[in-house]
């Protein structure tokens, strides 16, 4: 008897080990078969702009590791061994509007799941038209993507379409005006004349342009519509709409805009990046962001006296990573570049350029501006326009902006000067080579103006 009991210890033994090493063997399955999922998941997710940013904070990196070309329509960027293709179709998307709260779209194209924001009993739905034409099935593989990434990340979709349904909240505009949603927006650069630019715009009879800066994109994305569409003027059926936040073109991601509306029309002040990461730390400093009595050379260089690629006031002088970011969403026919820091004709060119773009007529003239040298800025001409109504838009009686409380920029050695000019040339030759040297050639502080320069000074032809 005790050696049966003995045996049948030993057989129950047997079978519990068997099973611990059969559930141990299935749960190591499941296990990888999770983390592999997860790895997918994560890899699908990792974007370029990702990869650009992981490059970005490398203080070590190889600046002669840089390329970027252009090729028809396909863009192909390395950076240090990491590459990402991409083709971006000029083309317009269409967008879904057909519904008072924002859809979730998935690849099943499945609308049941909605998420609304506000009470849609208030107001009448009515029948929408839709703005987005000519879409073809990979477009609207693409947008519904899109969608659906940003519907996971915030429960909802912002569309400008939706703006429709908010017409009755236009009771203190004059008879004949309504607020819009954005056709265009100023989306940057910060210190490159962003305010300047919206000024001067505010004076064109065909523009209707927005006070401050909503930031809707980044910071207020979680706000409703309605709070979007108060943040915006009055405008008659003429005017185009026009909003500024210089922060969109760096620190925003471009899908909200995108989604918003994929026809948007996007301009962007740009100056030289030396000079705007001056700007950068004096205001920082004034703020506080950057230790009081701290240098500008101990802020940008590093130990090993090479420039510090991975501070915020120098990461923001590198325009070539946004303008990547936003190539993957909008063509180049959609984005405008303008150094409001031209002078003489060049400036009135560039403007009548820009009246092109955004489809209005063309205003400005060569005496629609003079050059103030005490203020060293550009002014509208008092005797062109009536200076009197853009005292809203900061503009004082002699066309001038209003700058009040000015901080001078440190004075820097040349030396310092000249190295940060080579840190920036290389993103300089990738940002105009993407946006095409015959528009960069207008920029004093194009890697190829700056290079004639040089030769220029040494007594070259």
């Given at each position: 008897?005790?050696?049966?009991?003995?045996?049948?210890?030993?057989?129950?033994?047997s079978c519990s080990a068997l099973l611990v090493v059969m559930f141990t063997r299935q749960l190591n399955k499941d296990v990888t078969q999770i983390s592999t999922r997860t790895r997918e998941l994560i890899d699908s997710k990792l974007t370029t702009t990702e990869h650009l940013t992981k490059f970005n904070d490398n203080e070590e990196h190889d600046e002669d590791s840089f390329e970027v070309k252009e090729k028809m329509n396909e863009y192909t960027f390395?950076?240090?061994?990491?590459?990402?293709?991409?083709?971006?179709?000029?083309?317009?998307?269409?967008?879904?509007?057909?519904?008072?709260?924002?859809?979730?779209?998935?690849?099943?194209?499945?609308?049941?799941?909605?998420?609304?924001?506000?009470?849609?009993s208030e107001v009448d739905m009515g029948s929408l038209s839709n703005p987005y034409k000519g879409i073809n099935a990979e477009d609207e593989s693409k947008m519904r993507r899109i969608e659906q990434?940003?519907?996971?990340?915030?429960?909802?979709?912002?569309?400008?379409?939706?703006?429709?349904?908010?017409?009755?909240?236009?009771?203190?505009c004059d008879v004949g005006k309504v607020r819009k949603p954005p056709e265009a927006m100023i989306i940057g650069v910060q210190f490159c004349g962003t305010d300047l630019l919206r000024s001067i715009l505010g004076a064109h009879p065909k523009i209707a342009i927005a006070l401050g800066e909503p930031h809707f994109f980044d910071r207020n994305y979680n706000e409703t519509l309605s709070w979007y569409l108060k943040q915006m003027p009055c405008s008659s059926p003429d005017q185009i709409t026009i909003e500024t936040t210089p922060s969109y073109f760096d620190l925003t991601d471009p899908a909200r805009i995108f989604t918003f509306n994929p026809n948007m029309k996007l301009i962007v002040c740009v100056c030289d990046p030396v000079d705007r990461t001056l700007s950068d730390f004096t205001h920082e400093q004034r703020l506080g962001h950057i230790q009081k009595g701290r240098t500008f050379e101990e802020e940008v260089v590093g130990s090993d006296g090479g420039i510090k690629g991975?501070?915020?006031?120098?990461?923001?002088?590198?325009?070539?990573?946004?303008?990547?970011?936003?190539?993957?969403?909008?063509?180049?026919?959609?984005?405008?570049f303008i150094d409001v820091a031209l002078l003489g004709s060049q400036l009135s060119t560039a403007f009548n350029m820009l009246e092109e773009f955004l489809g209005i007529?063309?205003?400005?003239?060569?005496?629609?501006?003079?050059?103030?040298?005490?203020?060293?800025?550009?002014?509208?001409?008092?005797?062109?326009?009536?200076?009197?109504?853009?005292?809203?838009?900061?503009?004082e009686e002699d066309g001038c902006m209003e700058t009040p409380g000015v901080l001078s920029n440190p004075v820097i050695a040349e030396g310092l000067r000249d190295k940060l000019r080579k840190h920036y040339?290389?993103?300089?030759?990738?940002?105009?080579?993407?946006?095409?040297?015959?528009?960069?050639?207008?920029?004093?502080?194009?890697?190829k103006r700056m290079s004639k320069r040089s030769i220029d000074l040494v007594g070259g032809t």
């Open positions: 008897m005790p050696k049966n009991k003995t045996r049948l210890n030993i057989l129950l033994l390395s950076l240090s061994g990491i590459s990402d293709t991409k083709q971006y179709h000029k083309t317009s998307f269409e967008a879904n509007g057909k519904t008072r709260a924002y859809v979730n779209l998935n690849e099943d194209n499945d609308t049941s799941n909605i998420h609304s924001t506000e009470d849609s990434k940003l519907n996971d990340e915030f429960g909802f979709i912002h569309k400008a379409n939706n703006f429709v349904r908010y017409e009755k909240e236009n009771k203190d991975n501070v915020a006031i120098t990461k923001r002088s590198n325009y070539l990573y946004p303008l990547i970011r936003y190539k993957q969403y909008f063509s180049s026919n959609q984005i405008f007529e063309k205003v400005f003239r060569k005496t629609s501006f003079w050059f103030n040298t005490k203020k060293n800025i550009n002014c509208l001409s008092s005797e062109m326009f009536n200076i009197t109504i853009l005292k809203s838009l900061g503009i040339t290389v993103y300089c030759t990738g940002f105009c080579e993407m946006l095409g040297n015959h528009t960069c050639k207008a920029f004093p502080w194009s890697p």
